[in-house]
């Protein structure tokens, strides 16, 4: 039983010899190689990234590519859009109910296809019953025990949650499992602060050594304020596409309808977002301070005038506050 238990140390030194490839190697006299990208995509709970990776992931699909969508969210619901609404079940689920019953996990059972897209989710555990960043650190120890580095793709996109810094979630950024990041932002503080703060985690890595850089920002609800195109002029990464704040995309996205594709009127849109996507080189973002993010806003929107005023033992103690006799022991000068 011991051999059938995953080594996740030589699951790292795979990825990360699979995320070094150049994929702009070309060997001459040869036909290329395939190559495949794994491609990380980090933002804001809310913020759309399932939204965007459904659609982008469909079109690149109608183009021609082999796409594989994993959710890496213990929400799971990267795929719902997908596929229409219903639930995808997940490895870590599967994997336990699997293991309950004395049976190993097939492909089957974890991955599913729409329009030549293959997804699946990872999971996590129940609010109060474990840690998420552990459960994707398991959930792709069972990919590797799936085969996962003899399966033939264009593209694997990575859905993560970028509002939570623990291990598990920086996976891609910490162990070069990606060779590059996408960030999904919109023109909102808080989104652009968990962009920032992806940002500062490559920049950390590449310091030490690492190889993953952020290949550019999606805008998504894009109001036309700019922010979110200052935050990435700033940061010194591209803007790959701007997703409009349009409410037919709001209405089409709530009743899980799939827009990226040639027969929508927004096919285009994601069409270009996806030849960005393919394109754009990782680069070695510049994070920003957290003065330089408030820097982009209207200082009456947040509160730039604000000064921080220390707090005194009399504020702690309130009613109860009263002088107390020195301790300190003073001598005499001789």
């Known amino acids: 039983m011991k051999d059938d238990v995953p080594n996740l140390k030589d699951f790292d030194r795979r990825l990360r010899e699979e995320a070094h490839e150049d994929l702009a190697d070309v060997i001459a006299d040869e036909e290329p190689k395939k190559k495949t990208q794994i491609i990380a995509i980090y933002g804001k709970g809310g913020i759309g990234k399932s939204f965007t990776l459904a659609n982008l992931s469909h079109m690149m699909a109608e183009q021609g590519k082999r796409v594989l969508l994993i959710g890496c969210d213990p929400k799971s619901d990267t795929t719902s859009l997908l596929f229409g ?11 336990t109910r699997k293991k309950l019953a004395g049976e190993e996990v097939k492909i089957g059972d974890v991955c599913f296809k729409r329009g030549g897209v293959f997804a699946m989710e990872l999971g996590g555990p129940e609010v109060g019953r474990g840690c998420g960043g552990r459960g994707i650190i398991h959930g792709f120890e069972l990919l590797e025990k799936l085969g996962f580095h003899d399966w033939d793709f264009d593209y694997v996109l990575l859905d993560f949650l970028g509002d939570v810094v623990c291990g598990g979630f920086g996976l891609p950024i910490a162990r070069d499992m990606a060779q590059k990041v996408i960030l999904v932002g919109s023109n909102d503080l808080q989104s652009l602060y968990v962009a920032n703060n992806v940002c500062s985690a490559v920049e950390y890595f590449r310091r030490l050594g690492g190889n993953v850089g952020v290949a550019g920002l999606v805008v998504n609800k894009d109001d036309g304020s700019g922010e979110a195109h200052a935050f990435a002029e700033a940061a010194g ?9 349009d409410d037919d995309l709001r209405k089409k996205s709530a009743n899980y309808q799939i827009v990226g594709t040639g027969a929508s009127p927004w096919g285009a849109l994601f069409a270009g977002l996806g030849e960005a996507v393919a394109g754009a080189p990782p680069v070695r973002p510049t994070p920003l301070s957290q003065d330089e993010l408030l820097d ?25 506050a009263a002088a107390r006799p020195s301790l300190e022991v003073i001598y005499d000068e001789a």
Request: hydrophobic share 40%; aromatic share 2%.
């Open 85 to 95: 609404g219903k639930a995808c079940p997940t490895i870590i689920e599967t994997s």
């Open 237 to 245: 990464i591209p803007v790959l596409a701007s997703i409009p704040a």
């Open 296 to 320: 982009l806003f209207d200082g009456s929107d947040t509160g730039a005038g604000v000064v921080l005023e220390p707090a005194t033992d009399a504020d702690m103690r309130g009613k109860h």
